[in-house]
């Protein structure tokens, strides 16, 4: 075949599967001139230094339309080699048409393969080459239908696949629902916005929130909700908020630099906004898809970070915007389903204001081709300036958007979802129910469970074990008040088999009650008091951190090569730090 289509949900491989496919073909001669097209520079650039790196002396960046034929891999935008200009001749015709023998259009579903295309020229104009178009998402759109073009995908590998197999991480969803956006709103006869201008008369809803006009109450509100679930799940969780338009996307880093002052004021890039009219959000866009840096953590956007931007420790994605097709909402819930374990990310959040998550509950959603009724969003490069055009046609003027304080706006009521066991549907079950479910799923009994729990040397082990099953301790313990000062051991107890909860504390003066200190004297029995102390305060995980005893208090008492002479050497601190676990859990459940 010369044209084919690969449908794989987003990070599932998508670049490294074009990397292989480009050096296996290259390497057996089969192809030797190779053209790798995007519309995006930060869909070329980070290919180039990523999954393409190996290429490196054979690849060359086509810039300010310069072609030079000595290299075997061209890496493109299609703007590069498109003229816009009808009086001057485009600079892909610089080769002839037989130059390159295999073409791979990255996210071809954004209109590389629409009829009217200019784009559409490089495809034609190269028609002898392979062409492969690599999607997440196959698109069905009058003159936009790359299943026309490309024909019915070679291979599909659905977002629930990728889940069930353990490479994707599955998800869940927190629906906030806003009095406003259930109730619409109209403004008052003769009511002016903040600016002095006269709000004109109609009914406004959702949709029309962030474009037609701004509620100041309800973009704090958005903000410190965000805010808290921040605070939930962790405050440097990497985060993408969309939001309606770059304006709104202003606004909302604004009120979040805000509510976030305190680690905003330890580097002014813990919040920021990476739209494509901001330089100085655009700069720090490799920072935030780095792995190994931890800011910008909080970024907002508009348009710009929802397709193909590669963020794998992204852990909270806020949708504050209409989603126009499914497209678009397959490529926004892409963003977080790089599953990253090493990096502590086992799953990832959505928070979701406009209800854009019922998406999931299309049978389109896992790999069709979306309908054709669909709604097209907003075009790539939308700077978020809307405009109109009169009905009778003409000249397309600004559109006002009313900016509008006071009123009563609150959230009325949340909605927590699951990933269903079929990694399709979600479940609206309680948070409860659906962690009892999944634990069982792992220890079928509470003895099977105590007896695995005691025999783990790494207590981590089985929390980690856990995560691949959707247990959510930390969900549980922030959903259930009573046990925020509950073991581990002791959540997943009380919850899976129905026992009783101790407190950290209660744990932890049990052991002291019992005569296993008394076997220590002096600093030997100072450590492991304090060790129990740090146990009751932060819980196992915290003894389990191998470098606990440079923490303070401990610096305090000496270094930990001194520490453990205390105890006789490391075996006699291991053996010590080993039987204070044990006494941990004595009194199982």
Partial sequence: Q??????????????????????????????????????????IDQTMVQDFRPFKKIMTKIQDREMDSSYEIYMSLYQQLVEYDETKEDPFKKFSPTFF?????????????????????????????????????????????????????????????????????????TNSFINIDLEGWSPRENEKDIYGQLIEQGFYSRKDFGREL???????????????????????????????????????RQLLVSLNSDLCKKDSRYVMRITGDDKDGKKQLDNFIDVDQQYPCVVTTSEMLSTGVDCKTCGLIVIDKEIGSMTEFKQIVGRGTRLRTDKGKWHFEILDFRNATQLFKDPEFDGEPESQQEKQGPPEGHDGKDTYEPKGGGTKMPRTKYLVDGYDIRITHERVSYLGED???????????????????????????????????????????????????DAVREAKPE????????????VAFDKK?????ERANNVKKRDYL?????????????????YADNGILELENNDILELPPFNKIGTPPRIIKYFGGMSGYMNALNGLKTELYRIGA
């Fill in 2 to 43: 010369n044209r084919i289509l690969l449908v794989m949900a987003t990070g599932t491989g998508k670049t490294f599967t074009a990397f292989q496919i480009i050096h296996r073909l290259v390497k057996s001669g089969a192809k030797k001139k190779v053209l790798y097209l995007a519309d995006r520079n930060i869909l």
């Fill in 214 to 252: 701004a509620l100041i109450k309800r973009r704090e509100i958005v903000a410190r909700r965000i805010t808290q679930m921040l605070f939930q799940i962790g405050r440097m969780t990497k985060t993408i908020v969309f939001c309606a338009d770059v304006d709104e996307a202003e606004a909302m």
């Fill in 518 to 534: 008394s076997k220590y004297q002096g600093v030997a029995r100072q450590v492991l008091e304090t060790l129990l102390d740090k």
């Fill in 101 to 173: 023998d295999l073409i791979l259009v990255d996210e071809c579903h954004r209109g590389s393969a629409r009829d009217d295309s200019a784009w559409r020229k490089i495809l034609e104009y190269f028609t002898s080459a392979t062409q492969i178009g690599m999607t997440a998402t196959p698109k069905v759109k009058d003159g936009a239908n790359n299943l026309d073009y490309f024909n019915e995908p070679l291979y599909t590998y659905s977002l629930k696949q990728g889940i069930e197999d353990g490479f994707l991480a599955p998800y869940r969803v």
């Fill in 483 to 494: 046990l925020a000062n509950a073991d581990i051991f002791d959540i997943i107890c009380h």
């Fill in 501 to 505: 909860p101790l407190t950290r504390r």
């Fill in 423 to 473: 990694g399709h549907t979600l479940v609206t079950e309680s948070l409860t129910d659906f962690t009892r479910r999944n634990i069982r799923g792992k220890f079928a009994t509470l003895d099977t469970f105590i007896k695995e729990w005691n025999e783990a040397d790494r207590k981590k082990a089985i929390v980690d074990e856990l995560k691949e099953y959707d247990v959510l301790i």
